[in-house]
């Protein structure tokens, strides 16, 4: 499976931005797919998991009610819509991906070491 983000890009605070994870290679049915960032000299964090069903989500509290998480899995994309965007939210955001093997609602892991899957990352900066 390869994973490439897009969609990054400078906004003002209070702005939005919607990432993309693009996947080929296999099919993303039985894969949980998370999004993760990482600041200057802090450790890669979860920000929006998502469960192989697209039921279940995990999420840092730092972003509850602002950013969200869906996917396609017809199209292999999967997203994270970024709102309210702050200046704390400045990062490299990483599209990972775990394998299943089924499609079930079991929560998503949130830690980076459960994850075998990576893109490159996307850069988004906050900032007036």
């Known amino acids: 499976l390869q994973l490439v983000e897009s969609g990054g890009g400078l906004v003002q605070p209070g702005g939005s931005l919607r990432l993309s994870c693009a996947a080929s290679?296999?099919?993303?049915?039985?894969?949980?797919i998370g999004w993760f960032r990482q600041a200057p000299g802090k450790a890669r964090e979860g920000v929006l998991c998502?469960?192989?069903?697209?039921?279940?989500?995990y999420y840092v509290d730092s972003v509850e009610g602002r950013f969200t998480i869906s996917r396609d899995n017809a199209k292999k994309m999967v997203y994270l819509q970024m709102n309210s965007l702050k200046p704390e939210d400045t990062a490299v955001y990483y599209c990972?991906?775990?394998?299943?093997?089924?499609?079930?609602?079991?929560?998503?892991?949130?830690?980076?070491?459960?994850?075998?899957?990576w893109g490159q990352g996307t850069q988004v900066t906050v900032s007036s």
């Open positions: 990972g991906a775990t394998y299943y093997g089924v499609v079930t609602d079991s929560f998503p892991p949130g830690s980076e070491s459960e994850y075998g899957y």
């Open positions: 998502i469960s192989t069903s697209g039921r279940s989500t």
């Open positions: 290679g296999d099919s993303l049915d039985y894969y949980a």
